[in-house]
């Protein structure tokens, strides 16, 4: 069973940068697709970014050219890199990896404000 824990999130002025980083345990890492969710108050929980096993990145709009998704199979590890961030990027950010079912980080928290 894998497991992923989040780092990485605090509270950041507006155009700051945050790199989240994301550690799994298990070999499965490497065979599935990462990804960053974020969930803002009273909002719903939405997809970030995410990244297939080969390197593959799709993007939301709304994080197009300031957020960078990656990963390194051989550390099992994975990370968000955030830059030119907004308030409205305040959010719970989680990592997750496509197995069945969905497998969540407990979630880390960023904080956008002046």
């Known amino acids: 069973q894998v497991q992923l824990v989040e780092s990485g999130g605090g509270l950041v002025q507006p155009g700051g940068s945050l790199r989240l980083s994301c550690a799994a345990s298990g070999s499965i890492f490497s065979r599935r697709t990462m990804a960053w969710y974020r969930q803002a108050p009273g909002k719903q929980r939405e997809l970030v970014a995410e990244?297939?096993?080969?390197?593959?990145?799709h993007y939301a709009d709304s994080v197009k050219g300031r957020f960078t998704i990656s990963r390194d199979n051989a550390k099992n590890t994975g990370s968000l890199q955030m830059n030119n961030l907004r308030p409205e990027d305040t959010a719970v950010y989680y990592c997750?990896?496509?197995?069945?079912?969905?497998?969540w980080g407990q979630g880390t928290q960023v904080t956008i404000s002046s």
């Open positions: 990244i297939t096993s080969g390197g593959y990145t």
């Open positions: 997750t990896l496509s197995t069945s079912p969905m497998t």
